[in-house]
């Protein structure tokens, strides 16, 4: 699915998602799979968990069902669909890939929703990287950086949709602590955020390609610009004091 991932047709993504949901259950793809594969089966070489929504918003604009309804997707997504494929991919001894973030590896303001989905989808790799080492099960997480203007995760109009509802669904005493104004500072922010990043996803691509196809596929790939790289690499290697100085303005 989707535009970093391996897209393919409209019309037959849609058949499948409406296929999973007839059998009862929108992630249930697994029996969707097995009733079109010869008996017995030998298994199935890869899985490649992309499908992700996101949302943005401080820790107190944000209400708790827009963090449920992202972990839904994002992180419960992932280990549902993962444990239903798991037994056709340890029979073939075949590769899981899971898209993550850059936001799963470093957190940012204003993107909690998303950030701690991103965070329990590198964990969740990591777990089940170490269990299925011996069982020739070979575990993968890419990590994009900035694609947001080549992909619809975010458009102006979606923005502002979000921003209303969000505005209208705020207690009162949040509304009248922060003001308005402050608030669409930070909607107008991330307006602009929304036409920047890079608009060619191909080393998402071949990040995806090599993990599913290399002999030795890496654990982690980092398909991201150098700033965003380096800044990963400040957060995640030097001790919080000094990043947060770099990067708390
Ligand atoms: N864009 C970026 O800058 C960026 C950066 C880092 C990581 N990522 C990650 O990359 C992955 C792909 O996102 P994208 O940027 O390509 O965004 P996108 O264009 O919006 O694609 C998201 C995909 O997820 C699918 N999806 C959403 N909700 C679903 C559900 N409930 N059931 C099944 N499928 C669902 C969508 O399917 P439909 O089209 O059928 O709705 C769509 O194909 C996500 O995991 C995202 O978090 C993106």
Redesign the pocket.
Known sequence: ?????HGGPRES??ER?LACRLMGN?WGQAPVVTAHLSLPCPGMWGLVN?????TFGEVEFTSMETYKEVAE??LW?TVRTTKSFLPLIRRAKGRVVN?????GRMANPARSPYCIT?FGVEAFSDCLRYEMHSLGVKVSVVE?????A????YSPESIQAIAKKMWDELPEVVRKDYGKKYFDEKIAKMETYCSS?STDTSPVIDAVTHALTATTPYTRYHPMDYYWWLRMQIITHLPGAISDMIYIR
Do not use: E, Q, Y
């Not at 992309?50 to 996101?54: E, T």
């Not at 898209?99 to 936001?103: A, D, K």
């Open positions: 699915h989707g535009r970093l991932g993504r849609v998602r929108a992309n499908a992700g929504i996101s997707v994002n997504g898209i993550s973030s850059m936001l991103k994009p950086g900035n694609f947001i080549a992909t619809s995760l990043g």
